[in-house]
């Protein structure tokens, strides 16, 4: 009877511990991303989403080099719970309670460790992975659906069961069509692992079941573009061989030092260094094929931990890869359970202790202070209720890195909204990415983003495609002029980046509506001869 008491509650703290991080992940990230806002990350799938469900294909109807299967899980979410804000951020909430739980069954029932640690360090995944975004974002897809894919190779190491390996190689190309990169690094160290790790066990099924998973899930997702009407040429183009001229120029011309590859992530090689003080005090503790085993598990995770930072290294981008240290802190008790060593308990404690400083520093700079979205030296309480803009963003609150005060920048929006509603078939470049799911009507914007890697400028070998990508965009909807709404001061600079580079300004009456707002009316000439006012 005891055993039996003893099991059940043993039972009950399990399903209290989940249901519990399944709270507390999914709340934490639902109220961190309202709180201030960087357009240009903030709504980068947002507008997208909303475009797909409004029957706009992208390749087709937008360029993207990125995260176009991150636009098509957004549409699926909007289609559920409505054209809305909180669509939006229930998506990324879901994703950090998939990371969190996941997390929490791989170090308890697979590695396991114990109940308390687990929870302990599944608890702290849950402030460090979505929340320094919030919002839905394309890096951190990639990189979460790749740790899945290496969940699941060290599930299939431990279990020795081989069609774990199908699930990894499936996660994979998800991550992949999320972004090319990390994903793209994890993918290629993880398929020579497992190459090598096959022939090591004499079984080449796994290989096959690993290749498998990968290619029919690449199959599915690309007639699934087909079934969309998406170009599979033009698709290449955008996804795979503009990108990829953009990379070559990014390793050409940066510089690894000390300080960025150690120093910038010294936490992360802290704790990479305790486990692999651990896992030599192993050495000597099991059987050959235990301890083998025990090392490879160890092996494919340092392989993911490379990729994320090579990744964080070259894309110059804000930090987001902390999440990694609860993680290692939970391989740290993986590789310290089994030691027969004096005070055992005083090692776990420092561990402990450590994750628990170290992540609440950086807890306090991408949480409170939310420095990915580079708010950290704005006042977030002197934010503005952005339902007050419209009801469909409930629950926001607005403030940007660009206005000191947030009514300013409220003025210049409203003011936007309001021309928009009175024009028909014109043409919206703007970083702030919400106006077609705000107003439901299309705003043909040719790009996801408009920075300096969006879209071919006049020095890419693929220039003339996004020239003529452009213009048929625009002659095609028989649009009648192209609106600019910039957060700074718009001047001739910005709109050759913009427009002029491809489309002469020959072609456009320039009327200004202030600093920020400027529409370009559409007049006849030889670069739009099909197009009219």
């Known amino acids: 009877m005891k055993i039996k008491n003893l099991n059940k509650k043993f039972k009950n703290s399990i399903l209290v511990s989940t249901l519990i991080l399944i709270f507390l992940s999914f709340f934490v990230n639902f109220f961190l991303a309202s709180r201030g806002v960087y357009p240009v990350d903030t709504f980068i799938h947002f507008d997208s989403g909303y475009r797909i469900l409004n029957g706009e294909i992208p390749v087709r109807d937008y360029w993207i080099v990125h995260g176009i299967l991150v636009d098509y899980i957004q549409s699926l979410f909007f289609l559920l719970f409505g054209n809305n804000w909180n669509s939006y951020i229930i998506h990324s909430s879901l994703f950090n309670v998939s990371i969190c739980l996941f997390l929490f069954y791989l170090l308890k029932n697979i590695l396991k460790i114990g109940l308390l640690e687990s929870f302990f360090f599944s608890l702290i995944i849950a402030f460090l992975a979505y929340p320094v975004s919030g919002t839905p974002f394309l890096d951190l897809h990639s990189a979460y659906l790749s740790l899945f894919g290496i969940f699941f190779i060290i599930i299939g190491i431990l279990n020795q069961k081989d069609h774990y390996w199908l699930f990894s190689g499936i996660f994979f190309t998800f991550a992949f069509f999320c972004k090319q990169v990390p994903a793209g690094y994890v993918i290629l160290s993880s398929t020579i692992f497992c190459f090598l790790y096959s022939l090591l066990k004499k079984n080449l099924k796994i290989f096959i079941l690993y290749s498998l998973g990968g290619l029919l899930s690449f199959l599915i997702i690309i007639l699934f573009f087909i079934y969309q009407g998406i170009n599979i040429e033009k698709l290449i183009l955008q996804l795979f061989l503009f990108p990829s001229s953009i990379g070559e120029t990014r390793y050409t011309n940066y510089d690894l030092n000390f300080k960025n590859t150690i120093l910038d992530f010294k936490f992360i090689h802290l704790f990479i260094s305790f486990v692999i003080i651990l896992i030599f005090l192993n050495k000597n503790k099991f059987k050959k094929k235990n301890y083998l085993n025990k090392l490879n598990v160890f092996i494919i995770f340092l392989i993911y931990v490379i990729s994320i930072i090579f990744h964080q290294i070259y894309t110059k ?86 206005f000191e005060n947030p009514e300013e920048e409220i003025k210049n929006l409203n003011i936007l909204k309001e021309i928009l509603k009175e024009e028909n078939k014109v043409m919206l470049i703007t970083e702030y990415k919400f106006y077609s799911l705000l107003l439901e009507k299309k705003l043909y914007s040719p790009s996801r983003t408009f920075d300096n890697i969006s879209y071919p400028s006049p020095s890419s070998k693929y220039f003339s495609h996004y020239k003529a990508f452009l213009i048929r965009l625009i002659e095609n909807n028989k649009l009648s002029g192209i609106i600019v709404f910039e957060k700074e001061k718009i001047n001739n600079s910005r709109l050759n980046h913009l427009v002029y580079h491809y489309i002469s300004e020959k072609c456009f009456d320039e009327n200004r509506v202030n600093d920020f707002i400027m529409k370009l009316n559409i007049k006849n000439c030889k670069d739009l001869l099909n197009v009219r006012k």
């Open 317 to 402: 981008n804000q930090v987001f890869i902390f999440f990694l240290i609860p993680i290692l802190g939970g391989f740290c008790f993986y590789f310290l359970k089994d030691l027969n060593i004096r005070k055992k308990n005083y090692y776990k404690l420092f561990i402990i202790i450590c994750c628990l400083l170290i992540s609440i520093k950086y807890i306090i700079r991408f949480d409170a202070e939310r420095k990915f979205h580079e708010l950290s030296n704005t006042k977030i309480e002197n934010s503005f209720k952005f339902e007050k803009f419209d009801k469909k963003f409930k629950g926001l609150n607005w403030i940007t890195p660009y």
